[in-house]
């Protein structure tokens, strides 16, 4: 910037085609990555859609069913619930553990958000009434200590909880923050594994590839870690 701003003020006329290459080292675009990625993850975090938006998204298509107008993408997930099996009406820990799954895969990958009282197939906005939802506190509690459990307390402090409230409806949105070291979840025993975002959908790399992406999106510092 500095070098920029000196040869303007000495050349206030450039040429149409006037470019300016800076040689830089490994460890220096490393650096520059990481922050860019950073700049990135902020900009999605500022400029995407606020909760309350989410509302005007909320289509009735009857007196007492709304669907959502919005599609899983990259960004965006969605989960009828966060407990309770609706086909079989009991506790399910399976169903939490594929909640913090999702929510490992944002915060290796980019920001997103993860809306829980969805329906997966047609999007109908379902609520979290039946999946114990009592009170916010206690349900935002319940899957706060799930996130430090699996994924540690750095995870945890990634992810914002919030509830929206549709008539006779409420849906659960877990906004989460892209973080900038890697993020790993004991999802099943005590090995820890990372998890990351493709597309609309959320799976562990291979040792190869988790080495790769850590390099693209950490920075060669984790990436030589894992080696």
């Known amino acids: 910037v500095v070098i920029v701003g000196y040869i303007l003020a000495r050349c206030p006329v450039l040429p149409d085609h006037f470019t300016i290459t ?11 990555k990481v922050k860019g990625d950073e700049i990135q993850s902020f900009q999605y975090v500022a400029e995407k859609r606020t909760v ?3 509302r005007k998204l909320c289509v009735p298509i009857d007196d007492a069913t709304y669907i959502l107008n919005l599609k899983e993408s990259e960004t965006v997930e969605f989960k009828q619930s966060f407990s309770r099996d609706v ?4 506790v399910s820990k399976d169903l939490r553990r594929a909640v913090v799954k999702e929510i490992c895969g944002f915060l290796n990958t980019n920001a997103g958000d993860l809306i829980i009282g969805i329906k997966d197939e047609n999007r109908e906005v379902v609520g979290i009434e039946e999946d114990d939802f ?10 706060m200590n799930l996130i430090k459990e699996l994924c540690g307390p ?46 609309s959908s959320t799976t562990q790399p291979g040792y190869d590839e988790w080495a790769k992406f850590q390099k693209e999106y950490f920075g060669r510092k984790f990436a030589s870690q894992s080696s």
Do not use: M, W
């Open 22 to 32: 800076f040689a830089l080292n490994s460890e220096q675009y490393e650096k520059l």
């Open 154 to 199: 750095t995870a945890a402090s990634l992810v914002e909880i919030h509830f929206l409230e549709i008539p006779q409806k409420t849906i659960c949105i877990l906004r989460c923050k892209k973080s900038n070291q890697p993020i790993y979840c004991k999802l099943n025993g005590s090995d820890s594994v990372p998890f990351v975002r493709y597309g």
């Open 134 to 143: 009592k009170d916010k506190d206690k349900y935002s509690l319940q899957i």
């Open 87 to 90: 086909r079989t009406g009991q």
């Open 52 to 54: 309350h938006e989410y």
